[in-house]
């Protein structure tokens, strides 16, 4: 085996390494810097967002660029940050849960992965033009978006090159499920997380191209005379937002699924007691994939639709709350007589639990039409998206980061640290987003770069939290860093209730780790 | 507008526990001596819907209550009993048929059970027939326009918080941000109904008190409606992003008796009718310059700024001299009336193409038609003050006769 071996774990070095790599590790690794850098610049924008918000008046910058810098937190957020911080999970993980040597399709994940520096680069940029970054929202409503800057034409051109990289990742990721498990491993015996992620990625091939599409009718719309959206030329301004929350709300799934299948690796083993009702979780998450299809109205409850419309979005909308009901309470099943014990990883799936049913909770008010002509577009969503996006999406990859850490590098990280690191950002979380609640209640719109004087208090007190959430996420960063650098040595098995094939693995596991299939009982 | 809570129906039970939690959370975050000020749920309603949409919420966030307590519970006590430092052993369970059936009912019933009122309350809000009176709304960037078509009266309704205000130059007023020059004037005790569209974007109206919230959006008319109950001031803001000046264009409504309301119809029928005879004169170039100041910053400022100078990239400066670059589609257009020099510099062009601008707009820009805005006389004014000032001194009188003549 040395000498096999020992060839096997040659590569180039250097740049060269890291951009014509076609191994799932190194590939992975990518994914995940770059979605945490791209994490801290969308991050930043919030920051001044939160320092603009922090007193009623104009402070520190002009309303336009305020409306840019909405823009572009959304827009890196979901595209920068959560997207490729997923893929950077699966394109580690799910080859050494089913027993792989690599994706089925390397080369292509090189490709998915070195489009992203590219289309940002392209997408930044349009901060500097002449006229700036579209300030339109991440939405981008027609006719807002018509009219416009060049910046625009940037946002548009760089959404079709994301939305080719998630698509060829998507493909890659399905190819590599449905064809490279290891002898034994049925579908049904797939770990959750593979399972999640095998239907986030049919979501991705199923939706990315109606965005593609929707964005360019815009372009067209703006430069070549069609008047798709233009109700002066016959178009339609509401077609927009259909075609664009068609694509929106799998899209949401897209972010928040793969943290399902995080949580449902990290409180089995922490319970030390397989997870409750595997099937059940299995079918949840197809339903939910399949319901998230036919609820996008429910974003457009204010655009004039017939009443058979909104009763129609309302009751599918309410009916998510049922398989995601049975997700959370198979969860709490699982630590249910379980041998608990809360390190890291099991900290922040707890806090995952807690703070996303918080937002699956506000989601459900959301969803009954007449209550909703009152949250819509106010700060309650704020609040809401951010309970499923933050707490959500992002502390379970946070949650995944320290579960799976010690496995990639090798080293165990600070403990200490870690726990610090999550109950800061579960405090200054709340701190911020708590408030939204009532802000929105009391008659607060969202992207207002200022307000009237009886929000005062409560944006103070989110603003606080907001600079606090950001500086506690540089600890995060601190404790990776030195994990990386070293730290004492991890075993194989990681943690103790552990299980799956990436624990029979070394840590770090070699370059090429499966070369021989693993044979599963 | 009231910000304390004893103001709320104490009918309902679940408002007190709105309040407690509320109540708790202040003392939480440690603002407790400003909650006096800091309002924690929906603004007091005085129309029938936004009662229901109250009452509405009160359940669902019952429920949503009660399950999460029911859900967490058990999950705090399992991390509380079952942990490993307590030496408890796992147990290996792992699948109960009966179990999954029942949390997957149980969350559906009461889905259907809060479905019901909810649906009912969606329609009434959607029939707007038998309507007392009906009052058209349209959005612009940034203000709302209000036609009352049977009466025959119509008029802007704009932000009046001075920009001193908003650039912290002068002490904030009691409703900054939440103060228009016309407010909306509705008669209670009687349904109205509100026919929403809009010239550019999509804009969305909305007053909280009312329960009314309805995107304007070009080439749609969406109905909706509503009956006050309460005379008073009621204040809301446009509810969908629209551009720059989206935070700044409140709606105020004036919710005055029947008899109020006639005495107000007549009053406004006799200013139109004033308004119109100023558009028949021939005005003085001090007048002019007065009167443009006010509409330049009423209807030009939001974008070319009170001083003129426009914002670099997207809304170009009105000085002579002034260098500007934008999307060459922009340039290309200045250029073409005569507006911009081949070097990129601001000059003040050819009346003729300046009434053409104000009152055509520049197609394919964010420049707007004022025609429907502005009479001859406020055309004749605004060009005239921006003739002649900002560092310009092109000596020019605009004439309200003149802007008749090429409308």
Redesign the interface.
Known sequence: MASAAATHEEHPVGLKRWLFTTNHKDIGTMYLVFSLLMFFVAGSFAMVIRAELFSPGMQIVQPYFFNELTTMHGLVMIFGAIMPGFVGFANWQLPMMIGAPDMALPRLNNWSFWILPFAFTLMLSSFFVPGGAPGTGWTMYAPLSIEAGMGMDMVIFSIHLLGISSVLGAINIIVTILNMRAPGMTLMKMPMFVWTWLITAFLLVAVMPVLAGTVTMVLMDRHFGTHFFDAAGGGDPVLYQHLFWFFGHPEVYIMILPAFGIISQIIPTFSRKPLFGYESMVYATASIAFLSFIVWGHHMFTVGMPAAAEMFFMYSTMLIAVPTGVKIFNWVATMWRGSLSFETPMLFAIGFLVMFTIGGLSGLMLAVVPADFQYHNTYFVVAHFHYVLFSGAAMAMMGGCYYWLPKWTGHMYNETLGKWHFWLTTIFFNLTFFPMHFLGLAGMPRRVPDYALQFTDLNRVASIGAFGLGLSQLLWVYVIYQTVKGGKKAASKVWEGAEGLEWTLTSPPPYHSFATAPTVK | ?S?SFKKKKPSRPLNVVWARF?AA?ALL?G?GT??A???????TPVTP?AH??FH??DI??G??VV??VL??G??FY??FA????KG?????????TT??II??AV??LI?VA??VP??A???R??NTSDSALTVRITGYQWKWHYTYPAQGIGFFSDLSTPVA????QEP?G?????QVDHPLVLPVGEKIRFQITSK???H?W?V?SF?????A????I??TWTEIDVPGTY??????????????MPIVVKAVSQKDFQKWVTAQKALMVASAAGSNKTWTEADLLSHGKTVFAANCAACHQITGQG????FPPLSAGKKF???PAMLQQLRNRGFLTKDGRIVMGPVKNHLSIVLQGIPG??MPSFAGQLNDADVAAVITYERNSFGNHTGDVIEPSQVAAVR
């Open positions: 507008m910000l509320a959370m975050f603002v400003a909650s000020r800091v309002r924690w749920n929906f603004q819907m229901q949409i509405l919420q669902m966030f429920v949503c399950i999460f859900v967490f058990v999950m399992s991390i079952h942990r490993k430092s408890h052993k796992p147990a290996t369970f792992h699948q109960s179990i999954e949390w997957t969350p559906f889905l809060v479905a909810a649906t309350t969606l329609i809000m959607e205000q908003i650039e912290n904030k009691r409703h900054y941000l939440l550019d974007v999509i969305s909305w909280p329960g009314v919230k309805t995107d959006i070009p080439g749609f969406n109905q204040r809301g803001q446009c509810a969908e992003l629209c551009g720059m000046g989206h935070a700044f914002v670099p990239g997207t670059s934008a999307a820009t964010p």
